[in-house]
């Protein structure tokens, strides 16, 4: 009894405070996206997925570092104290959370990793680009993506090279590689994990940040800028596949409002680069994380104290 009810105290609170949290945040983000959607776009696709990663992670430092360990030490065992039905319900709620998330990555992984081996069944090596290797497949769609986590490729389809010039294949093949260093498909599975309603809004803003902070990564000047924007129009002229969304980084997205910002973007670059968009600076978050490490080690065994009262409360 005395380890059901500390699972079912865990992940009440996971629970509780991971949807609190969300609701914020869904509420919220859109006031910060204003305040720093002009900083550089990588800045801003970083930020964004620290804000939506931030109630999952949170509720999990909390459950972790005080709710377990509070139960663990100040709990005592000998008590056969009946588990009350409101723990018992945010409890079940809380773990039909974690496995409705962990079973939607698994479904993303599964339906990647088929998709990925249907594309490849035929692929012929090609020269390999920063480390990376490079594919080239037979169907013609998807055109061009980055797929795999562990193991990263890009793969380029017979068409997409037929289709593109030399300069155009290689500032493509440079956006691919940036989504590989930036670990884009790492960041969408965590995504699947954390499925929450209300985010779908910020979670397309940030794909179209780390579109964009791809296509940064992948031009140094304006001609090679202009390449990028018309190998974007060449390869639309393909289509796009709505599977090669989930767990991997295509070049030609399935939003077709994504890619005329994108273009428009890359067309107008001279422009954008002459204005410097300002880079935010890490000093003020690790100036905040100092203060808040610090609070909680002076006030960690009151905290454990405080939280051990309000589950006490909730058990009953």
């Known amino acids: 009894m005395f380890a059901l009810r500390g699972i079912a105290i865990s992940f009440s609170v996971f629970f509780m405070v991971y949807c609190a949290l969300s609701v914020a945040v869904s509420v919220s983000w859109r006031c910060v996206y204003r ?35 509070s139960f663990l030490l100040l709990e005592p065992r000998t008590i056969k104290e009946p588990l009350g039905g409101a723990p018992l319900a945010l409890g079940i709620c809380g773990a039909l959370l974690g496995g409705v998330g962990i079973a939607r990555a698994m479904v993303a992984l599964l339906r990647a990793s088929r998709n990925v081996s249907g594309w490849t069944a035929q692929a012929e090596a090609g020269t390999p680009m920063a480390k990376v290797p490079v ?80 296509d940064d990564a992948a031009v140094s000047n304006a001609g090679e800028a202009l390449d990028l924007a018309a190998a974007l129009i060449k390869l639309s002229r393909l289509g796009s596949n709505e599977a090669v969304s989930d767990l991997t980084a295509a070049l030609v997205q399935t939003s077709a409002s994504i890619m005329n910002a994108r273009v428009e973007r890359l067309i107008r670059w001279t422009d954008e680069r002459r204005e410097a968009p300002r880079q935010l600076s890490i000093g003020y978050g690790l100036g905040a994380a100092v203060i808040i490490v610090t609070f909680f080690a002076f006030t960690y065994l009151q905290l454990l104290s405080e939280l051990h009262t309000a589950t006490e409360w909730l058990m009953r």
């Open 35 to 69: 305040r720093v959607r002009h900083y550089r776009v990588h800045c801003v696709a970083d930020l964004l997925f620290a804000i939506r990663i931030f109630p999952f992670v949170s509720a999990a430092m909390i459950t972790a570092a005080f709710t377990v360990p």
């Open 135 to 214: 594919l080239r497949i037979r169907p013609s769609i998807p055109a061009m993506t980055a797929a795999g986590i562990l193991r990263p490729r890009v793969l380029v389809s017979g068409s997409a090279e037929s289709l593109l010039s030399g300069a155009e294949l290689q500032t493509t093949l440079r956006h691919e590689i940036a989504h590989v260093r930036r670990r884009d498909n790492l960041k969408k599975l965590l995504l699947c994990v954390m499925a929450f309603p209300g985010m779908r809004k910020l979670e397309s803003e940030w794909l179209e940040a780390t579109e964009m902070a791809a």
